[in-house]
């Protein structure tokens, strides 16, 4: 009842982003739905990557929500800070459960179970009108998307406990304090990501692994099994597939590590204020940030590798109606966390703009400043999708 209440008090840019994901998860329902009356193990299992991008999305919402953060007037209503996670969750199942409801109603309009409005059985044999649809098994995958995404936020903003001494206890250890400053600084520095590393052998274990598994198929007699590519442009091994999931989760782990690293490079070499300016903003939103980018490279490179393993000539087949609806939704969720990942990012350093402000910053500067941290990180992420996707193709090209 508080949910229902915040969110029709909400603005309507906030209604809008909840609306947004509402959207995602009809989109998401819809697919899973269209697998289930085809009965394809394959169909959904590919349905695993617009589910991923539709809770990721949805947890970036639920980030940016005005309520998700402990607040004077829900402090006052008796809700402290351990119950903003449950709003948030329970806001984000709500929206996903609306968007399920209309993908099953959708489905089951153009199937043609449901009479009486326009274009009945419209898309009967794309949606395997005819045979069985067990009513358990689609009210099970469709509670998934509303699952998910609500344990996802749940996780994602619950209370964190820091493990930072007061200032007098640390005042109070003597002279051996000083000593130990340096360490004591550099273990409670929360920009610098150490993650860089593992995501980069993440990566390189897929690659690895896909020109294992496309050498050992191509030398073999063509009787092992094969995973059918959306769309159909062929098929693939299952460890050239598992190759392509260890890279994505490898670029999404460096992610903040990738742009920590920019925001360095661009404070290297005795920067003036507008490098120093964009650095130190790199540097200090890579973990809020990182993620959402390394998703959205990982998106960029799947779409590479999409565009070099496709078919050409008179062989080339239609992507199909299903196969649009799903590269849409990964793109389209991979696009909006980003920007939502901007927004929150904005909120989060608004003090520190209002004070450079104040010290007679030009607003100029903080758009040049802006400005020159997106072409950084599309110098970086660019050529990077790139690379991995024509490396990430090779099994079989």
């Known amino acids: 009842m508080l949910s229902l209440r915040l969110a029709r008090g909400s603005h309507p840019l906030v209604l809008l982003r909840r609306l947004l994901v509402a959207c995602a998860s009809a989109g998401v329902g819809f697919l899973l739905l269209t697998a289930l009356g085809h009965a394809s193990p394959e169909q959904l299992l ?15 919402v639920a980030r940016t929500d005005p309520h998700a953060k402990p607040s004077q007037g829900l402090s006052s209503a008796g809700f402290g800070p351990a119950a903003a996670p449950v709003v948030a969750a329970v806001s984000t199942a709500v929206s996903c459960l609306l968007g399920s409801a209309l993908a099953l ?17 419209a898309a009967a044999a794309l949606l395997g009108a005819g045979g069985p649809f067990p009513v358990v ?28 001494r007061p200032r007098a206890r640390r005042e109070a250890d003597g002279s051996g304090a000083a000593a130990d400053a340096p360490r004591q600084a550099a273990a409670e520095d929360p920009q610098v990501p150490a993650d860089l590393p593992w995501g980069t052998a993440l990566a390189t274990t897929g ?7 496309g050498g050992f198929a191509g030398a073999g007699d063509g009787a092992a099994l094969k995973l059918p590519l959306p769309g159909g442009s062929g098929d693939a091994a299952p460890a050239v597939v598992a190759s392509w999931v260890l890279v994505a989760a490898g670029l999404i782990l460096a992610g903040p590590g990738i742009v920590h690293l920019c925001g360095r490079l661009l404070c290297a070499l005795r920067p003036g204020a507008l490098r120093l300016l964009a650095g130190r903003v790199l540097q200090q939103e890579a973990r ?7 998703a ?12 070099l393993v496709w078919p050409d000539g008179d062989d080339a087949r239609s992507l199909g109606p299903l196969t649009v609806l799903g590269a849409g939704l990964v793109v389209g969720c991979a696009l909006a966390t980003v920007w939502m990942a901007a927004l929150e990012s904005k909120r989060a350093r608004s003090h520190t703009t209002t004070a450079l402000l104040r010290l007679g910053a030009s607003p100029r ?27 990430a193709s090779l099994p079989l090209r």
């Open 137 to 164: 098994g689609a009210l099970t995958l469709l509670a998934c998307v509303p699952a998910l995404a609500a344990a996802a936020s749940a996780a994602s903003l619950r209370p964190r406990r820091t493990a930072a």
């Open 105 to 121: 109603l959708f489905f089951l309009h153009l199937r043609g179970d449901l009479s009486g409005l326009p274009f009945d059985g």
């Open 288 to 294: 809020r940030v990182g993620r959402p980018l390394g």
């Open 46 to 60: 590919w349905c695993a990557a617009p589910l991923a991008a539709t809770v990721h999305f949805a947890v970036a």
């Open 207 to 213: 690659l690895a692994l896909g020109a294992y598994a």
């Open 296 to 307: 959205l490279c990982a998106v960029a490179t799947g779409g590479v590798l999409c565009t």
């Open 365 to 391: 500067l903080l758009r040049r400043a802006a400005l020159l941290r997106t072409t950084a990180l599309l110098a970086v992420f660019a050529p990077l999708a790139v690379a991995l996707g024509e490396l």
